[in-house]
């Protein structure tokens, strides 16, 4: 985070773990959340309807895994070559192999190869990076792969978004606040606005 009192405050996290670790568990590795200015801009959804039918079904295969909230497409997180598995392999675990704190700012990097390797990923890293005195966030991946690949990266917010005509930069805006993401690369990587 920023330091206290900075008006413009930033909170950044990203997540590690294993994706078995509880009852209530989702494929989350590589999450990220994220909060500017008093406004959250990045969020994770949250649980589901306990009711709905096998929800605590949560092995390899698992009808937990059909259900939006659950799978990796629900979270902020990577969907390497989709299909309905549910996006990352059901124990996984991941570790911060990486982590640093300084005036100007900090960073961690997460291992997520676990997550993925069963989608044809040789390597998957993600860091979060606070920077340029703590007042820009930075989400890199560095993700390869066996085979060519199709990859979604998801982010949900209830911010309301204009793309750019290069639909490289999204323009969120919440309660008259603005916040830019912008695409560094891939070059032909864009953002597309989806209902979660």
């Known amino acids: 985070r920023s330091f206290s009192g900075d008006a413009h405050q930033i909170y950044a996290a990203i997540k590690s773990g294993y994706n078995q670790v ?9 999450t990220f959340v994220m909060e500017a200015v008093g406004e959250l801009w990045f969020e994770d959804l ?32 990577l969907v390497l070559n989709p299909g309905t598995k549910g996006g990352q392999d059901s124990t996984a675990k991941a570790q911060i192999t990486a ?49 060519s690949s199709t990859l ?24 008259g606040k603005t916040l830019l993401a912008q695409i560094v690369s891939p070059s032909n990587a864009t953002f597309s606005v989806m209902d979660a």
């Open 99 to 147: 982590y640093n704190s300084s005036p100007d700012g900090g960073y961690a990097m997460v291992d997520m190869l676990d997550a993925y390797d069963s989608y044809k990923a040789t390597s998957a890293t993600r860091g979060l990076l606070l920077f340029d005195n703590r007042s820009r966030v930075l989400l890199r991946d560095e993700i390869k792969c066996s085979a």
């Open 46 to 77: 949250g649980k589901d309807n306990y009711n709905v039918s096998n929800y605590f079904d949560r092995g390899e295969g698992g009808t937990r895994w059909t259900y939006y909230r659950k799978r990796a497409e629900g979270q902020n997180t």
């Open 22 to 30: 509880s009852s209530h568990c989702d494929f989350d590795i590589g």
């Open 152 to 175: 979604y990266w998801f982010a949900h917010t209830r911010s309301a978004i204009t793309l750019s005509a290069d639909k490289k930069t999204a323009t969120l805006t919440n309660s």
